[in-house]
C-alpha cells in the first residue's frame, strides 16, 4: 500500500469541495450537527470508506429501502459547510488511504463533476456511506414518560416482584438515570452482534457505530425501566442488553450496559453484563428505534 501524499489529499479536498452543489445541502435534514459536528470520530471513518472506494457511494451487503431527500435550496450557511469539510479533512486518517488504489487520479482529479456529485450524496446521507436504509419491525413499542421518578419505578418493580440485581442498584438511582417528563411513544429492536454483521463477535465500539449505520438509536439510561416493566414474560435464559452510554465500574475495571434476564432464582430483574459478555455472536442488543426505519 501506497499512502496518499500531502499533495494528493489537498487535491482531492480541492475537487470535492469546489465541485459539489452545496445549496442541495440541508444542514438540517442531513443531520450533519449530529452525525458530523458532534461525532467527529465516526465521520472520519466513513469518509475513510468513501475516498478508498474512489469517491464513490455504494450500498452495504444490507438490502435497502431506497432513501430519498427532498432537494431543498439554500439550507447550509458557508460556516456550517467549512466546519463539515474542516471535520472531515482532520479526522480522517489519511494514510490509510492508497491514491493509486483508490483509482482517485481518475475518479476525481480527472472527473471533478462527477466526483462532486457523488460527494454532494455523501453529504445528504449524512455523510456515511450507506446509500439507503433498512427498514425494521418493532420488537417493543412503549409509551415512556409516564412514571416521573427512579423512585416510582423501583416500589413498581417491587410490587412486581421484580429483581434489582446487586451492584445495579447504584446506577438504579435518579443521580445516573434522566427519565423523560413528556410522554410519548417509542419503538425498540432487539438484533444480535452476528446480525449486526459481525459472525465472530465485536467490540462494544464496533456493535455502537453498527447500529449506528444503519441509523440505529442508542437508548436512554432510563428506557431499561419501562422496558423491564413491559417485558415481564421474559422466559429463562434468555439476555438482552440495553444499548446506552457505559458505565464503569472502577473496582473490576469492566465496561457494562443494564441487562434484561432472569437471575439464579428465576425471578425477573436487571443487572449489569460485563463487555466479555456481549461481545459473543449471540448477545442481543436493544436500540430505540427511528419512526422513519419502522415497518
Not at 438484533?191 to 444503519?214: C, H, K, M, N, W
Amino acid at each position: 500500500m501506497r499512502p496518499i501524499t500531502i499533495d494528493q489529499s489537498l487535491q482531492v479536498m480541492a475537487v470535492l469541495t469546489t465541485n459539489t452543489d452545496w445549496d442541495a445541502v440541508d444542514f438540517e435534514t442531513a443531520r450533519l450537527k449530529e452525525l458530523v459536528i458532534e461525532n467527529p470520530r465516526e465521520v472520519g471513518r466513513q469518509f475513510i470508506k468513501f475516498l478508498q472506494q474512489g469517491c464513490r457511494m455504494q450500498a452495504g451487503v444490507q438490502k435497502c429501502v431506497p432513501f430519498t431527500i427532498e432537494r431543498q435550496m439554500g439550507s447550509i450557511t458557508i460556516i456550517q459547510s467549512y466546519k463539515v469539510v474542516a471535520i472531515l479533512t482532520t479526522n480522517t486518517k489519511w494514510d490509510d488511504v492508497d491514491f493509486e488504489a483508490a483509482r482517485l487520479q481518475e475518479l476525481v482529479i480527472e472527473n471533478p463533476r462527477e466526483a462532486g456529485r457523488q460527494f454532494l450524496q455523501f453529504l445528504q446521507q449524512g455523510c456515511r456511506m450507506q446509500v439507503g436504509v433498512q427498514k425494521f419491525t418493532p420488537w417493543r413499542t412503549i409509551k415512556i414518560g409516564v412514571v416521573k421518578t427512579v423512585a416510582e419505578y423501583r416500589k413498581i418493580l417491587e410490587a412486581k416482584g421484580i429483581v434489582i440485581e446487586g451492584y445495579t442498584k447504584t446506577w438504579i438511582t435518579e443521580e445516573y438515570l434522566e427519565l423523560p417528563f413528556r410522554e410519548e411513544e417509542i419503538s425498540f429492536v432487539k438484533l444480535s452482534v452476528d446480525q449486526l454483521g459481525y459472525p465472530d463477535g465485536a467490540t462494544l465500539e464496533q456493535i455502537f457505530q453498527r447500529a449506528e449505520e444503519l441509523g440505529l438509536k442508542l437508548c436512554e439510561r432510563g428506557d431499561v425501566l419501562p422496558l423491564r416493566l413491559d417485558y415481564a414474560d421474559q422466559p429463562k435464559g434468555e439476555h438482552y442488553f440495553i444499548a446506552h452510554t457505559i458505565f464503569f465500574y472502577s473496582t473490576c475495571g469492566r465496561h457494562t450496559v443494564f441487562t434484561l434476564c432472569r437471575n439464579r432464582e428465576d425471578k425477573i430483574c436487571i443487572e449489569n453484563a460485563p463487555a466479555y459478555h456481549y461481545q459473543k455472536r449471540g448477545g442481543k442488543f436493544v436500540f430505540r428505534l427511528r419512526k422513519e426505519l419502522t415497518l
